[in-house]
């Protein structure tokens, strides 16, 4: 069996560590799926699919640090994934940011690599989303660094719902992807299905 190449455009990876995780009832970063944490889960994900840097923003700097990844600290702790978002447009060495939450256990390098390239395939764009029925997911989206005034005049202005924030940008739908591989957990129950590691290629 072959395995696809990542992506040939440059893009700094970026997982976002920094949820209450409430529900779940501990830290989702450092939840061990198969052995292994969802951020470096995450992270590796973004690493396969060849990105020049991975950071992690927000979270447990100090076990997160643990694990080896690279965490930069949220310039709005508690403020939700808009502040975060933000945070890694500023300090990110490339032009495009492929954002990940540290919730998805099936995450894998096609589905990174699909993103990152239905982006940089739309120069006009601001940013590449899934679409998964008339859903976009936010959350896992590559974004232009240019966009950054436009998040934080909008973080400035009270906004903190990055769905909300991206009104008027230009966004492509990127259609086709595994649902599953897009899945995150927000509870306990939510890892059952992954007790075991995937087989499907």
Not at 105 to 119: K, Q, S
Not at 190 to 197: I, K, S
Request: charged content about 25%; hydrophobic content about 50%; some cysteine.
């Amino acid at each position: 069996m072959s395995i696809a190449p990542g992506s040939s455009t440059r893009f700094t990876g970026v997982v976002l560590a920094g949820g209450r995780s409430s529900r779940m009832g501990r830290d989702k970063a450092l939840v061990e799926v198969a052995g292994r944490p969802l951020a470096s889960i995450a992270a590796q994900a973004l690493a396969d699919a060849g990105a020049a840097e991975v950071l992690v923003i927000g979270g447990d700097a100090d076990a997160l640090g643990g694990l080896g990844l690279a965490v930069v600290a949220d310039e709005h702790p508690g403020e939700g994934p808009l502040g975060a978002i933000i945070t890694a447009l500023a300090r990110a060495r490339e032009g495009i940011v492929m954002v990940l939450a540290c919730d998805m256990p099936a995450i894998d390098r096609a589905t990174v690599t699909a993103i990152v390239d239905a982006l940089a395939g739309a120069p006009d764009a601001d940013v590449a989303a899934p679409q998964l029925g008339d859903r976009l997911q936010i959350l896992t989206a590559a974004y232009r660094t240019r966009l950054r005034p436009v998040l934080e005049a909008a973080f400035a202005g009270g906004e903190r719902a990055p769905r909300r924030a991206l009104r008027g940008s230009t966004v492509v739908a990127v259609d086709g992807l595994d649902a599953d591989r897009l899945a995150d957990v927000d509870r306990p129950a939510d890892l059952h299905r992954y007790a075991q590691p995937r087989t499907k290629p």
